[in-house]
């Protein structure tokens, strides 16, 4: 056989790998749906749909779980995002489940609408009637999701069953369902945060102001530091300061932890996150930074 | 700079197989600790619980114990994927720890693998394991294995043992047609000739095995000589701007295309040129890039349909013989009815005849058994109720694999590479 010198670069293969995966959602099934978080990993997926589906329109609405804590800077932004796009957005409100009593909130300085986004993700997901919601969950997150499949099956009460999965072989997906049943779809599970952060950086996008260093009102709680707002309780010896941060996630403000960082760029953040990514052997373990920014990646908790 | 250069680092997937103790489990502890991709919670969480368990030393093996306390459990557990990233490549790796399900998983971590990494204990040398590992290696194409003889620091890191297997494991790789095998003397434990070179055997001059999976050569691997173009989606904007655009969505499963290829459209027949691909920088596509390729004239293609060079076009079949792993707990017989899943395209097909089943241990092939039970290794003869377009799996491990699919549970119940069509 010849042999061709050209191969794909990681990042094009990837992206090639998430494009396959997208399309074989919309083909095989019938009413899918892409989460949206405005996080950079969502954005990521936008850009994915755009190169997988264009120049027609994305075969599906974009759905955003809004659990109405968000910070604002992230809500203008995925406004103006997919009104650019000129896409379908869905909002699926958690203040909505609260009001309709689906959900009770919680109260105290504790307090985070992060759990009750599930009720309000699978009560959207049966009146929309959607069969194949796609997310930006990667297996570099978390241990259970390094061996969750990339078409990930929930029963009638979108329920994972970690026993029940199907082997997953070549770039042979088998999308088939019940009716009732539902799949979740992991287009990036094999990217890395840093994998993210270098696409982002290579095709240029646009994110949210809070990834990059700020000044703004913090407190600390537990080693980690949050960002001041109305949503959030204090407790009386949580005292109110100025630092500059920037954010790796942008969920819920009750529970996003924030990183002391000048990284005000996205090349310095890329340089940031390949130096936290691979710490010098322990030897740096003090810094606080890196141990802040790993204990973030543990307290991540998504809807997904 | 740990971040890999953008433009010219590839992307390297392998799998690793070992049975139970060989170390397969400190091996990657090993790769991801002294690459450095350990985070600093990871690090003082496997301190600890070395400690605890009264060891001296960071037992590496729990940096992958997630699924170790899952085994435990009792909970089944198949295939963990992990990523890790030095200067000169990005790496993906598959393990498939379960050993109750172990050709299952292996299989399906291997279906997609460019590298598999084989743990072969220094005391015990080649057994029955190697050879079922080896042999799944074989029948999966995968381009490269590179074997790692463990624990050489139990044999004295003498160059005798190590030549002794080398010779074994060269047998067996060349009474199985493995493509590229590689034999590397490792102490994961001690940490000998992963990632860093060690002075404990003067007489080893290859490299690493870190070194030797940064410098495998990929480009040869993909089929580039034909080209095929599953058809997975049809992009019709049907709006003003782009009202004449219809564009077929796929991924390159062979061959590298350009602007003015001829087109042969399958099962079909139709024939075109290529006039633009949409998403390919330069215009010309290469295996496994995901595009979208216009033709010059409006001929009827939908998804499922193949685009192929007409003067190399792929078996248009109505049977196949194929060598397929069972992966269902329900055993299947001759005379079934499934579905196959080929490319972008799904077929109701019957298993005519399950011809045989290898005999794992002596690697010989039992004929006519009847049935195939989960694990199981065998030759069947398919036939279908629609055609497809294929070619042997040796040749193309795109265009030659497919799925098997339970029509009443939904699910994935086989795996299979065609032998030979018509
Ligand atoms: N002496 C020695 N022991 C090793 C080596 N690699 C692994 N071991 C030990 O062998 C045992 C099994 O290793 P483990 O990684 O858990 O094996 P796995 O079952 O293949 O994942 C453990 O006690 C390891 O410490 C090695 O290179 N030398």
């Known amino acids: 056989m010849s042999v061709t010198r050209r191969t794909l670069s990681h990042l094009d293969a990837l992206e090639a790998e998430a494009i396959h995966i997208m399309r074989e959602v919309a083909a095989e099934r019938e009413r899918p749906v892409l989460l949206f978080s405005g996080g950079k990993d969502s954005i990521v997926m936008l850009r994915l749909a755009e190169k997988a589906f264009r120049p027609a329109k994305f075969p599906f609405p974009v759905m955003h779980v809004d659990t109405g804590h968000n910070f604002p800077e992230v809500i203008e932004f995925r406004d103006r995002r997919v009104a650019e796009l000129n896409e379908r957005l869905v909002v699926a409100s958690v203040q909505e489940s609260i009001d309709k009593g689906r959900v009770v909130e919680q109260t105290g300085p504790r307090a985070s609408r992060n759990q009750l986004q ?91 102001k809070i990834y990059f ?50 990284a005000a760029t996205l090349e310095e953040v890329v340089t940031e996150i390949a130096a936290t990514r691979v710490t010098e052997r322990g030897e740096t373990r003090a810094d606080d930074r890196v141990s802040e920014a790993a204990m973030e990646d543990r307290k991540r908790v998504g809807y997904f | 700079m740990t971040s890999p250069d953008l433009l010219n680092s590839e992307l390297l997937r392998l799998v690793t197989a070992g049975s139970v103790d060989d170390g397969k489990s400190t091996l990657i502890g090993r790769l991801l600790y002294d690459t450095k991709q350990i985070l600093v919670d990871q690090l003082e969480h496997i301190e600890d619980a070395s400690r605890r368990r009264g060891h001296d030393y960071v037992d590496l093996a729990l940096l992958t114990d997630g699924l170790r306390a899952e085994r435990e459990q009792g909970i089944t557990i198949d295939v963990a994927y992990r990523s890790f990233v030095t200067p000169r490549r990005r790496f993906q790796l598959a393990d498939a720890p379960g050993h109750v399900q172990y050709t299952r998983n292996m299989v399906t971590g291997a279906s997609t693998a460019d590298v598999a990494v084989i743990l072969v ?70 940490g000998d000739n992963v990632v860093d070179r060690t002075d404990a055997m003067p007489w080893y ?43 077929y969505a796929g991924q390159v499963a062979g061959g590298e295309w350009r602007v003015g290829d001829e087109v042969v459209v399958l099962p079909s027949g139709a024939r075109s040129r290529v006039s633009a691909i949409d998403g390919a920088e330069g215009g010309e596509a290469i295996p496994e890039q995901s595009v979208t390729i216009l033709l010059e004239d409006d001929v009827d293609v939908s998804r499922g349909d193949l685009l192929a060079d007409p003067e190399n076009a792929p078996v248009v079949a109505r049977e196949l013989t194929a060598r397929v792993c069972w992966m269902s707990e329900r055993p299947v017989e001759d005379r079934a009815r499934v579905l196959l899943k080929h490319t972008t395209r799904t077929v109701t097909a019957r298993l005519d005849e399950i011809v045989s089943v290898v005999d794992i241990s002596t690697l010989e092939d039992r004929p006519s058994p009847g049935r195939m039970e989960l694990n199981d290794l065998g030759v069947v003869r398919f036939r279908l109720a629609e055609p497809l377009c294929v070619d042997p799996y040796a040749r193309n491990r795109a265009t030659g694999a497919f799925i098997v699919i339970d029509e009443a549970t939904n699910e994935t119940i086989g795996a299979g590479m065609v032998v030979d069509a018509s």
Request: include cysteine; proline fraction near 4%; glycine fraction near 6%.
């Open chain 2, 121 to 190: 204990d220094a005391r015990q040398g080649v057994i029955e394991q190697t050879r079922r590992h080896s042999y799944i290696v074989s029948m999966l194409e995968l381009p490269h294995v590179v074997y790692t003889v463990n624990k050489m620091d139990l044999v004295d890191y003498a160059e005798e043992r190590f030549d002794e297997i080398a010779r074994d494991l060269a047998e067996l790789g060349a009474q199985l047609g493995l493509h590229d095998a590689t034999m590397i003397p490792i102490s994961a434990l001690k």
């Open chain 1, 213 to 262: 260093a700020h000044e703004r009102e913090v407190f600390r709680r537990d080693g980690m530091i949050y960002a001041a707002s109305d949503f959030v309780e204090r407790f009386p010896d949580e005292e109110l300061f100025r630092a500059t941060v920037r954010f790796r996630t942008v969920g819920d403000m009750s529970c996003t932890g924030g990183v002391m960082s000048d």
């Open chain 1, 118 to 208: 599930t009720t309000t993700l699978l009560d959207a997901i049966e009146e929309h009637g959607f069969d194949a919601a796609m997310g930006g969950a990667r297996r570099d997150e978390e241990r259970a999701r390094a061996k969750e499949r990339i078409f990930s099956f929930r029963d009638d009460f979108g329920q994972w069953n970690p026993r029940a999965q199907r082997p997953e072989l070549w770039n042979l997906y088998n999308a088939r369902i019940r009716k009732g049943e539902h799949i979740r779809v992991f287009p990036i599970s094999n990217w890395t945060e840093l994998d993210v952060w270098q696409y982002i950086a290579h095709e240029n996008l646009e994110l949210p």
């Open chain 2, 205 to 247: 001059a290859g490299p690493t095995l870190l070194e030797h999976l940064e410098s495998v050569e990929l480009a040869g691997d993909r089929n580039v000589d034909d080209r095929r173009f599953p058809v997975q989606w049809v992009i019709r904007p049907m709006a003003d701007e782009h009202h004449d655009y219809r564009g």
